[in-house]
């Protein structure tokens, strides 16, 4: 699938009842400039071994300002995150915008929104060497057992697109991979919308949720977003 994707500097108006998907491709970048982030950024960044990582965690927060910033109007650098007791990085409450970033080996998506919660996961479509040992972590015996009946290409993408869901789903609670992914039921194979809601004894427990598969070229992505009446409309842009 490929959607309509419109090049940006500066965002769209966002209407209450959208969710923009900005990407940025990050081969070929050129070399970071950080002056967007802040001092507790610059020293994250600088916490990386590898040269490759720390560059692609700088495209990724100045991409991410600089999105915001747009909607907020205001400078990329006064964009006032605050993060998570699980370390998902959001806005001041104050301010009635939601968003969450992903990124893979190609490309950052970033996810915005004034629904009150939203969480995204990509993943390229190269083989996982672990497969099966994360199947058993991932999914539950009823889900591993389906996917390991499937010839290997197919297990492969069905994979990652249940872990894709899966994972958009932990992050838009806010509470991660400290809720078990098998815990969390989504449909494999399902392309459009999906309304869903985070089990009860969970954090957010009860929280209805909307599931949108964004998979498109060699992306497998999704979408989780809180629930109104209606699925929201998703509008792509890709930041020049």
């Given at each position: 699938?490929t959607?309509?994707c419109?090049?940006?500097?500066?965002?769209?108006?966002?209407?209450?009842?959208?969710?923009?998907?900005?990407?940025?491709?990050?081969?070929?970048?050129?070399?970071?400039?950080?002056?967007?982030?802040?001092?507790t950024?610059?020293?994250?960044?600088?916490?990386?071994?590898?040269?490759?990582?720390?560059r692609?965690?700088?495209?990724?927060?100045?991409?991410?300002?600089?999105?915001?910033?747009?909607?907020?109007?205001?400078?990329?650098?006064?964009?006032?995150?605050?993060?998570?007791?699980?370390?998902?990085?959001?806005?001041?409450?104050?301010?009635?915008?939601?968003?969450?970033?992903?990124?893979?080996?190609?490309?950052?998506?970033?996810?915005?929104?004034?629904?009150?919660?939203?969480?995204?996961?990509?993943?390229?479509?190269?083989?996982?060497?672990?497969?099966?040992?994360?199947?058993?972590?991932?999914?539950?015996?009823?889900?591993?057992?389906?996917?390991?009946?499937?010839?290997?290409?197919?297990?492969?993408?069905?994979?990652?697109?249940?872990?894709?869901?899966?994972?958009?789903?932990?992050?838009?609670s806010?509470?991660?991979?400290?809720?078990?992914?098998?815990?969390?039921?989504?449909?494999?194979?399902?392309?459009?919308?999906?309304?869903?809601?985070?089990?009860?004894?969970?954090?957010?427990?009860?929280t209805?949720?909307?599931?949108?598969?964004?998979?498109?070229?060699?992306?497998?992505?999704?979408?989780?977003?809180?629930?109104?009446?209606?699925?929201?409309?998703?509008?792509?842009?890709?930041?020049?």
């Amino acid at each position: 699938m490929t959607f309509p994707c419109a090049t940006r500097s500066t965002p769209a108006d966002l209407t209450s009842d959208e969710v923009h998907v900005w990407t940025l491709g990050l081969d070929d970048l050129s070399p970071p400039d950080d002056a967007t982030l802040d001092a507790t950024e610059r020293t994250r960044a600088g916490r990386f071994h590898f040269e490759k990582d720390r560059r692609r965690f700088i495209h990724c927060r100045s991409f991410m300002r600089r999105v915001l910033a747009g909607y907020l109007d205001r400078a990329p650098s006064a964009v006032p995150l605050v993060v998570g007791d699980h370390g998902k990085p959001g806005l001041a409450t104050n301010i009635p915008l939601a968003f969450n970033l992903t990124h893979c080996t190609s490309a950052a998506l970033l996810a915005v929104t004034r629904r009150n919660r939203i969480g995204i996961d990509a993943e390229g479509r190269a083989t996982l060497d672990d497969l099966l040992g994360m199947i058993g972590l991932i999914f539950t015996a009823e889900e591993a057992a389906w996917v390991l009946t499937l010839p290997e290409d197919e297990r492969q993408i069905l994979f990652l697109r249940g872990w894709t869901r899966k994972e958009a789903v932990l992050k838009l609670s806010g509470e991660g991979l400290t809720i078990p992914p098998d815990r969390i039921i989504v449909p494999f194979e399902q392309d459009g919308p999906w309304r869903g809601s985070i089990p009860s004894g969970l954090a957010w427990g009860g929280t209805a949720f909307d599931l949108i598969d964004i998979s498109t070229g060699p992306l497998i992505a999704a979408l989780a977003v809180a629930a109104t009446e209606t699925p929201p409309v998703i509008r792509h842009f890709r930041a020049d």
